[in-house]
């Protein structure tokens, strides 16, 4: 998977965008931001949280964005999953309630996608970097790939996890941001506030309403060459989240071990749950090449969630 997801972004003067009667009414809508993930968090409150002062906000999400990064972070090497990344076969690692629960809602994607969605897809990932790689070295890294060979369990109320094979690693990129998403804007619910929009990078979900009976609204970029930009809204309660393919950084389809040919440009997907729909984004790029597209790929997607916005070939199969 590693697949780039910034089409989707909030915009920077979304603030500025909001009704005027809104500030008339007294109600100052704030605007937070800062890098996250190898990108950029945003959270626009439509109005102040009683008792919180803007720097007490931000230091609350940053301590949401802290927790996750020690727990999915693959670029630091005291993560729990960078300890299971370099834990042997067969080790049952502890692990922290983050990672236990990502892990759980990865196995749903894997299973209800036939595979499409792996979070363990790494090796291949790094096989083709370079280039083609020799058909040895492929074989090798599809070894190391498939998430049947990561194991969940509990031990004395403690969430384990093991590989079963040496060399299997996690990657949670096709569904951290979105889960980075959903606590950020649930731990804003917590402090008080009850309309907000939280994007990182190009996953969106909002909570609530920027004024009273006006949705939040998202830009998405143009979806291909000449394609327009567009605005969508955002009601409340729902996420949207995108995968996207450039030359050069096409998705690798789990399932064979190959570059997708003629993958979509891009999959915009909405849902209730960002974490959900950053995955099924993720898994519905790797599957725009498959017989069927898009209409048996969409039927996988869960109740309630839709397929947004397709970007760039292939045309529908």
């Not at 955002?234 to 998705?251: E, F, K, Q, V, Y």
Request: hydrophobic share 45%.
């Amino acid at each position: 998977m590693s697949i780039r997801r910034h089409a989707l972004l909030a915009a920077i003067g979304i603030v500025a965008a909001l009704p005027a009667a809104l500030c008339a009414r007294g109600a100052e809508p704030i605007a937070l931001g800062g890098p996250a993930m190898g990108t950029v968090w945003r959270v626009t409150l439509a109005a102040p949280i009683a008792d919180r002062s803007s720097g007490a906000i931000h230091r609350e999400i940053e301590m949401v964005l802290a927790r996750l990064d020690r727990a999915l972070s693959t670029w630091r090497d005291d993560s729990t999953v960078s300890r299971f990344n370099a834990a042997a076969a067969d080790e049952w690692i502890a692990i922290d309630p983050d990672l236990a629960a990502v892990v759980a809602a990865c196995r749903s994607v894997h299973a209800a996608s036939g595979g499409a969605f792996d979070p363990t897809v790494l090796p291949l990932v790094e096989a083709w970097q370079s280039g083609t790689p020799a058909p040895t070295a492929l074989a090798a890294a599809r070894m190391a790939v498939g998430f049947d060979l990561v194991e969940s369990r509990e031990a004395a109320g403690t969430a384990v996890l093991r590989k079963r094979r040496a060399g299997v690693r996690l990657d949670l990129g096709g569904i951290g941001p979105g889960w980075a998403v959903d606590a950020l804007g649930d731990r804003l619910v917590e402090l008080g506030s009850g309309n907000h929009l939280v994007c990182l990078g190009g996953e969106c979900r909002a909570w609530g309403e920027r004024a009273p009976g006006r949705p939040w609204q998202v830009h998405l970029d143009p979806a291909g060459p000449g394609a327009p930009a567009r605005s969508v809204d955002l009601p409340a309660g729902m996420a949207l989240a995108t995968s996207t393919s450039r030359p050069g950084r096409s998705p690798i389809d789990p399932r064979t071990g190959l570059v997708v040919a003629g993958a979509a440009t891009g999959v915009t997907i909405r849902g209730s749950s960002c974490a959900l729909a950053d995955a099924w984004a993720v898994a519905l790029l790797v599957q725009s090449a498959d017989p069927g597209w898009p209409g048996r790929q969409t039927g996988q997607l869960p109740p309630g969630s839709t397929l947004e916005r397709i970007g760039g070939p292939p045309a529908p199969r």
